[in-house]
């Protein structure tokens, strides 16, 4: 009988732990290899061709030349970016906040003990659920001028109903405001009341004991235990507001004159890259807006530290 050797099953446990372990990063590789090629094919190429397209002057056949940055100092110098870029920033800058306080206050409102409760969290959700161009396709009618329910409802209160919506240069950016509201509030209204129902309810029973009033439990409890989910909420509207397109698209035809006044970066992106076939231009442009979101998002990751609480 053979005696029995320590460092041959040390040796052996080894191996097989080797083995083991290289087992669990092949099939590992393999669970994410659908999602490495989609990133790789569909984000990652795409970056490094729009980089490469902007510095460059692409003909109708899709030959490129070299031009340097000529797109870029065309766009600087090219009125209807700024126009856009301004439409762009005033958008983001009041479809957001308003958007995130009416999620809020939907979120505190549904997580109380009411009738109803699924069903008025199903009629909030609906618009995330509706394809965009539907969505734009009914509020450009509900906008109409003539016979836009909108008008109907004002004129039935006994206001002037002639309100040029989808015309006048001066509402045009307000109508696709109240459209990005109406179609945000619903899904970050859903983050927002899965961070309210974490928060432990000991915290509201001690304030209560302490006489604190309901508004002020919402200012000292709710909104600070909130801050991470309101934190995230605000980075994703943001980067979504900024790429405002569909609804600018469905709603205002080319030929309308107030066009100007409502497009954005990605519409203008858009018309030079598939209107016009100038894609190094259009790329110029996608890239500045890649950078616009890039910065405003590393100011909200340095800020965060200063108001988002994760205790």
Do not use: C
């Not at 989910?229 to 600018?248: G, H, N, Y």
């Amino acid at each position: 009988m053979e005696a029995h050797n320590p460092q041959v099953n040390t040796l052996t446990t080894k191996k097989a732990k080797l083995n083991k372990k290289k087992n669990m990063m092949f099939w590992g590789w393999i669970l994410i290899a659908p999602t490495l090629i989609g990133l790789l094919v569909l984000n990652i190429f795409p970056v490094i061709q729009t980089v490469y397209l902007s510095f460059h002057s692409v003909s109708t056949f899709g030959q490129s030349t070299f031009i340097g940055l000529e797109n870029y100092i065309k766009m600087f110098n090219d009125a209807d970016f700024w126009q856009s870029l301004s439409n762009t920033l005033l958008y983001a800058g009041i479809q957001v906040p308003v958007t995130v306080v009416l999620s809020t206050l939907a979120a505190v409102l549904l997580n109380t003990k009411i009738k109803g409760l699924s069903v008025y969290r199903t009629l909030y959700f609906l618009p995330m659920i509706a394809a965009p161009a539907a969505v734009a396709m009914v509020w450009r009618w509900l906008f109409n001028s003539q016979y836009g329910l909108i008008n109907l409802m004002i004129e039935s209160l006994g206001f002037n109903a002639d309100i040029q919506w989808l015309s006048d240069p001066s509402l045009v950016l307000w109508a696709v405001i109240i459209v990005g509201v109406w179609s945000s509030v619903g899904y970050n209204m859903i983050l927002l009341l899965a961070g309210l129902q974490e928060i432990s309810k000991d915290y509201y029973e001690a304030a209560t004991m302490d006489g604190a009033s309901k508004l002020r439990q919402f200012f000292q409890i709710t909104l600070p235990l909130l801050t991470p989910q309101l934190f995230f909420v605000l980075v994703t509207s943001i980067i979504s507001a900024l790429q405002v397109f569909d609804v600018i698209f469905v709603m205002f035809d080319v030929t309308n004159p107030s066009l100007s006044s409502v497009q954005s970066l990605v519409y203008v992106f858009f018309h030079e890259s598939y209107v016009l076939n100038d894609k190094g231009y259009g790329s110029a442009i996608i890239i500045v807006l890649v950078l616009i979101i890039m910065i405003i998002t590393v100011i909200q990751l340095l800020g965060q530290k200063k108001w988002v609480n994760y205790d």
